[in-house]
């Protein structure tokens, strides 16, 4: 069974400063990827960042970056310097590879960004 | 970046009518589209799975019937809510995947706001 878990349901951070949100996951793939998405109160689902479960090193886009810690079965997001663009939505995903096409979202934590 | 398209972006109409929205991927083949429907402060729950030339798979407890899906180019899929009600109200939310692969992310539509009076 496929599961992921985000314990957050709200975060506030300070501008300017770093926030981790949290994401764990079960799976029984051997080979998965794991994803994040941003969803702005516009809706529109923005594809952040992505690591694969064989990567050995932590993915990093920009102000984001992925804590991947395996062996925890954890992928926490990091965003630096935050900004208050960055108020939204943050879902994390896992899709395995014999899992065909389907991807499973967390329920989601909702951050808010303070001047 | 690989684009998709979801149109319209907001439909309100009257109880009964049928509504269909469409689902473009713009620059790449998508073989399988998904459907989402979302309701307000919680996550996507997917509703079907579509592939190009055949039936799309519905997940449990949501009506084929009710919800028509079409995906008959592997660069189009179209949702139709048919006899729509007010509990059929929604954020109905599109994605395309160029592959099956672990690595490949889903890249989704702006999405549908969908209110029926």
């Known amino acids: 069974a496929q599961k992921i878990t985000q314990t957050q349901p709200g975060m506030f951070v300070q501008e300017k400063e770093a926030v981790t949100l949290d994401c764990t996951y079960d799976?029984?793939?051997?080979?998965?990827?794991l994803f994040w998405y941003k969803q702005p109160s516009s809706g529109e689902m923005i594809f952040l960042i992505y690591q694969g479960s064989y990567d050995e090193q932590n993915a990093t886009e920009g102000r984001y970056s992925l804590n991947f810690q395996k062996a925890r079965k954890s992928a926490n997001l990091v965003i630096s310097a935050s900004q208050l663009g960055d108020s939204a939505m943050y879902f994390c995903a896992m899709r395995g590879d014999n899992t065909g096409n389907q991807f499973y979202f967390g329920t989601g934590t909702s951050l808010t960004v303070i001047p | 970046g690989a684009v998709v398209s979801q149109h319209p972006s907001w439909v309100i109409c009257k109880s009964g009518t049928s509504v269909k929205i469409e689902c473009r991927s713009l620059?790449?083949?998508?073989?399988?589209m998904f459907w989402y429907r979302q309701f307000p402060k919680q996550s996507l729950m997917l509703m079907a799975t579509s592939n190009e030339g055949s039936k799309a798979t519905y997940e449990q407890g949501v009506e084929k019937d009710k919800f028509l899906i079409n995906h008959a180019s592997l660069t189009l899929s179209t949702l139709t809510v048919t006899s729509a009600h007010p509990e059929d109200s929604s954020f109905y939310i599109c994605?395309?995947?160029?592959?099956?692969?672990?690595?490949?992310?889903?890249?989704f539509g702006d999405g549908t706001r969908l209110s029926i009076l």
């Open positions: 799976t029984s793939d051997q080979s998965y990827g």
């Open positions: 994605s395309a995947s160029s592959g099956a692969r672990g690595n490949q992310p889903q890249h």
């Open positions: 620059d790449f083949q998508a073989t399988t």
